[in-house]
């Protein structure tokens, strides 16, 4: 049995191809190396479903942020080997996950737009360039957690329009406090912002929301996209929920900018499992 994971920060997408061809999924939450150690995250993966698993699966590809590095892979391959002593495991960055997903053989650029955001460019079959993915403070742009942050630094400058406000005042209870709770000493503080994403899609008819998204987007074309060697003759693909809920004005931005989009799904564990399927 192979175990298939694609997790980003807020949530994780897992895929078991059994002995008899058939797949069972099931998604939970995020994991990032960053901010949770190989206790945090293997103590986390005990209360999911995979505890049911552990003397079954023989082989684990996991693809997750924050897994750019040796040392970051190698957190995630510790709190996985807690619960799977015996199988094979492999670790990658998303970044992978999403050029074979969206690109599979044909060379193209492959974007991350979820509760962070990524990108690469890819020649069919490696990762041949990226550009620094500093994180939700000194990065992120065009992610959740990107967008969440301006939206709620608008509300506590009286920067949105006032019917927002009051909505969110009303429905919502937010306050200023309220949110520097939640930035300043709560855990995970991007996923906290970028929360506020399913209310901002909500209201993208109004020009104020639909501006939010549009700037954030024409930014990480800025600092990703363009940064690549002929980025205008290269199909630019994008995985994770802000580009697929928000598709239209992600194309929009990029007819804008000269950029040519292909496919935007919400998550790529589809097109994995269809890789790793015919690699059996």
Request: aromatic share 12%.
């Amino acid at each position: 049995m192979i175990l298939i994971a694609d997790s980003g920060s807020s949530k994780t997408d897992w895929r078991v191809i059994h002995k008899d061809g058939k797949i069972s999924q099931y998604r939970g939450v995020g994991f990032n190396p960053y901010y949770q150690t190989s206790e945090e995250m293997a103590t986390q993966m005990r209360h999911e479903f995979l505890i049911n698993l552990e003397s079954e699966i023989q082989e684990i590809y996991y693809y997750g942020a924050g897994c750019s590095v040796d040392s970051r892979k190698q957190e995630v391959a510790i709190a996985l080997r807690t619960i799977f002593p015996k199988a094979t495991i492999n670790v990658d960055h998303d970044l992978a996950a999403a050029a074979k997903a969206t690109c599979g053989h044909q060379a193209g650029i492959a974007c991350i737009l979820g509760t962070g955001s990524n990108s690469c460019d890819y020649d069919g079959n490696d990762i041949i360039d990226t550009r620094p993915a500093p994180g939700f403070i000194l990065g992120d742009q065009g992610g959740g957690g990107y967008v969440g942050r301006k939206f709620l630094m608008d509300f506590i400058n009286e920067e949105m329009p006032i019917p927002i406000k009051e909505e969110l005042e009303e429905k919502l209870k937010l306050t200023p406090t309220s949110i520097q709770e939640h930035v300043y000493r709560q855990p995970f503080p991007n996923r906290y912002m970028a929360s506020f994403c399913r209310f901002i899609t909500e209201h993208k008819s109004d020009p104020y929301c639909y501006m939010l998204y549009y700037n954030s987007f024409q930014e990480f074309f800025k600092v990703h996209v363009m940064k690549y060697k002929n980025y205008r003759d290269k199909q630019v693909n994008f995985v994770g929920s802000i580009a697929y809920y928000n598709s239209d004005i992600l194309r929009k931005a990029a007819l804008d900018s000269q950029i040519s989009t292909n496919l935007i799904i919400e998550s790529p564990i589809s097109g994995l499992t269809l890789y790793h399927q015919e690699k059996l």
